[in-house]
């Protein structure tokens, strides 16, 4: 069981966190004690996106080891270099599905808010690395106009708060947003994607716990873990206290190469998953984002080790194997053979 002597994270020190984080190649071989190959192309990269690693995360990477999963995920490579015939700009072609600045409504029922731009970690795989975001939270003129559109649509019982990372907006631009949003009588469910939780646990506030306390809508919160050692105590504990005001915990991950492709480093992410008690939700298969191809996994490959996690645990730690098409009605579903 997670202790409950537990550090009270004061409304700041996240803030403070995040500005220390590490933030070039330079700096994140320094302090991974690891050198790079081809470093002249790699330096490339990091100027396409660039490097962003906080302390709690960096903390969690073995030092000396230029394979450790953790830092795999957030290394600039050369290879992000290459041209790969189908890796794309815009995968999902999303700025199709944008009704009103900031909201996309590409699934019944449900919409998506980038409300804010920035993320606290920058994940080389992402596909929103390529987007024209700026480091803004959503303007109170958007949000007005984003209102008006859930308003005005009897069908959308769920607003789902992304980004870039939803909880990089500060926890009164939370309140505001959140008491806009339960206002609307047909909006039931608030739906927060975030990495913030794993990356900075200090970003779990008791103001923040507050907000979702004292909220009538349902909120559930999908984190996004790729590796176990991503889950340490500090994370236990900012999840515990999420549980504990009646946070809906779900986890995603996405299938990357070098980082959880076996089967023993999806079974040790779900096993700590559930430890935590954290439903499993998605496994996504990688969107095919320019500058991400060294990160695939073949189908085959991907459906062999899902059958074997289907194999391997119990039904209700299975996560669906998804991967996301530009123009479906939801995320299409694979199964094993
Ligand atoms: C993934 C996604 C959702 C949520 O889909 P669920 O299957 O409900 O998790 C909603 N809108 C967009 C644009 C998405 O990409
Ligand atoms: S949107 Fe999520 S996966 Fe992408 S860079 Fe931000 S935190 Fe990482």
């Not at 995603?252 to 499993?280: E, I, M, T, W």
């Not at 991400?292 to 059958?307: F, G, K, Q, T």
């Given at each position: 069981m997670i202790a409950r002597s537990e550090p009270i994270w004061q409304s700041d020190d996240w803030q403070i966190v995040l500005k220390n984080s590490i933030r070039t190649l330079g700096d994140l071989c320094e302090a991974a004690n690891i050198q790079i190959d081809e470093l002249p192309i790699a330096l490339q990269a990091e100027k396409s996106f660039r490097v962003m690693v906080p302390a709690p995360y960096l903390s969690r990477i073995e030092k000396?080891?230029?394979?450790d999963p953790l830092l795999l995920q957030v290394l600039p490579s050369a290879k992000e270099m290459l041209d790969v015939p189908?890796?794309?700009?815009?995968?999902?072609?999303e700025e199709q599905f944008t009704k009103v600045p900031g909201l996309i409504h590409k699934y019944h029922g449900r919409v998506l808010l980038i409300?804010?731009?920035?993320?606290a970690v920058h994940c080389r795989?992402?596909?929103?690395?390529?987007?024209?975001?700026?480091?803004?939270?959503?303007t109170q003129d958007q949000l007005i106009k984003v209102c008006e559109y859930i308003q005005a649509d009897q069908s959308i019982h769920e607003v789902i708060l992304s980004?870039?990372?939803?909880?990089?907006?500060?926890d009164e631009q939370l309140a505001k947003l959140i008491s806009a949003i339960e206002a609307i009588p047909h909006v039931e469910t608030l739906r927060v994607h975030t990495r913030l939780p794993i990356v900075i646990p200090e970003r779990v506030t008791n103001g923040l716990l507050d907000l979702f306390k004292g909220t009538r809508l349902k909120v559930v919160m999908v984190i996004h873990a790729n590796?176990?050692?991503?889950?340490d105590q500090a994370v236990a504990t900012a999840l515990y206290r999420l549980a504990e005001v009646s946070v809906r915990l779900l986890n995603q991950s996405v299938y990357l190469k070098g980082v959880n492709a076996s089967l023993q480093g999806q079974l040790s992410l779900l096993r700590r998953l559930h430890h935590l008690d954290v439903q499993p939700y998605y496994l996504h298969l990688l969107d095919k984002t320019k500058g991400a191809a060294h990160y695939l996994v073949a189908d085959e490959l991907a459906l062999e080790v899902y059958s074997q996690i289907q194999a391997n645990l119990p039904g209700y730690l299975v996560p669906t194997l998804v991967r996301e098409k530009p123009h479906e009605l939801n995320k299409r579903r694979l199964d094993s053979r």
């Amino acid at each position: 069981m997670i202790a409950r002597s537990e550090p009270i994270w004061q409304s700041d020190d996240w803030q403070i966190v995040l500005k220390n984080s590490i933030r070039t190649l330079g700096d994140l071989c320094e302090a991974a004690n690891i050198q790079i190959d081809e470093l002249p192309i790699a330096l490339q990269a990091e100027k396409s996106f660039r490097v962003m690693v906080p302390a709690p995360y960096l903390s969690r990477i073995e030092k000396g080891n230029p394979t450790d999963p953790l830092l795999l995920q957030v290394l600039p490579s050369a290879k992000e270099m290459l041209d790969v015939p189908g890796f794309v700009n815009d995968p999902l072609e999303e700025e199709q599905f944008t009704k009103v600045p900031g909201l996309i409504h590409k699934y019944h029922g449900r919409v998506l808010l980038i409300s804010h731009a920035a993320c606290a970690v920058h994940c080389r795989y992402c596909f929103r690395r390529h987007f024209p975001y700026s480091e803004n939270a959503l303007t109170q003129d958007q949000l007005i106009k984003v209102c008006e559109y859930i308003q005005a649509d009897q069908s959308i019982h769920e607003v789902i708060l992304s980004g870039g990372d939803p909880l990089m907006n500060k926890d009164e631009q939370l309140a505001k947003l959140i008491s806009a949003i339960e206002a609307i009588p047909h909006v039931e469910t608030l739906r927060v994607h975030t990495r913030l939780p794993i990356v900075i646990p200090e970003r779990v506030t008791n103001g923040l716990l507050d907000l979702f306390k004292g909220t009538r809508l349902k909120v559930v919160m999908v984190i996004h873990a790729n590796h176990a050692n991503e889950l340490d105590q500090a994370v236990a504990t900012a999840l515990y206290r999420l549980a504990e005001v009646s946070v809906r915990l779900l986890n995603q991950s996405v299938y990357l190469k070098g980082v959880n492709a076996s089967l023993q480093g999806q079974l040790s992410l779900l096993r700590r998953l559930h430890h935590l008690d954290v439903q499993p939700y998605y496994l996504h298969l990688l969107d095919k984002t320019k500058g991400a191809a060294h990160y695939l996994v073949a189908d085959e490959l991907a459906l062999e080790v899902y059958s074997q996690i289907q194999a391997n645990l119990p039904g209700y730690l299975v996560p669906t194997l998804v991967r996301e098409k530009p123009h479906e009605l939801n995320k299409r579903r694979l199964d094993s053979r």
